[in-house]
């Protein structure tokens, strides 16, 4: 059985850092695309960040770009989350998933495995 357990999540003060963690377990293989997303309160789901299953593609939303960066262990089975120059509008829940495929697909369709979230809140 797959799990994914999100960690890292807290409040935050604006133009802070925090660094999110999924751990996975349970999967084949480490051979599959991770990403990102978050979803604020009364907000879809939106996609943030993803990475391939090397390591050698990244995507980030532009809301993120410069600021966030996307990173793997895969002798770990863990994905992280740097996030620097945190604003309010970062403030959601944050999820890790893991794809169908080796891509960082940016669509949430590409992605079969889900973790439970962990919430980031930047306070102004």
């Known amino acids: 059985q797959v799990q994914l357990v999100e960690s890292g999540g807290r409040l935050v003060q604006a133009g802070g850092s925090l660094r999110l963690a999924c751990a996975a377990s349970?999967?084949?293989?480490?051979?599959?695309?991770l990403g990102w997303f978050r979803q604020a309160p009364g907000k879809e789901r939106e996609f943030v960040a993803a990475i391939s299953w090397s390591a050698g593609s990244t995507n980030y939303a532009d809301s993120v770009k410069g600021r966030f960066t996307i990173s793997r262990n895969n002798a770990k089975n863990t994905m992280y989350l740097q996030m620097n120059s945190l604003k309010p509008e970062d403030t959601a829940v944050y999820y890790c998933?893991?794809?169908?495929?080796?891509?960082?697909?940016?669509?949430?369709?590409?992605?079969?495995?889900w973790g439970q979230g962990t919430q980031v809140t930047v306070s102004s």
């Open positions: 998933a893991v794809g169908r495929g080796l891509l960082a697909s940016v669509t949430a369709g590409a992605y079969r495995y």
């Open positions: 349970g999967l084949a293989s480490s051979n599959y695309g």
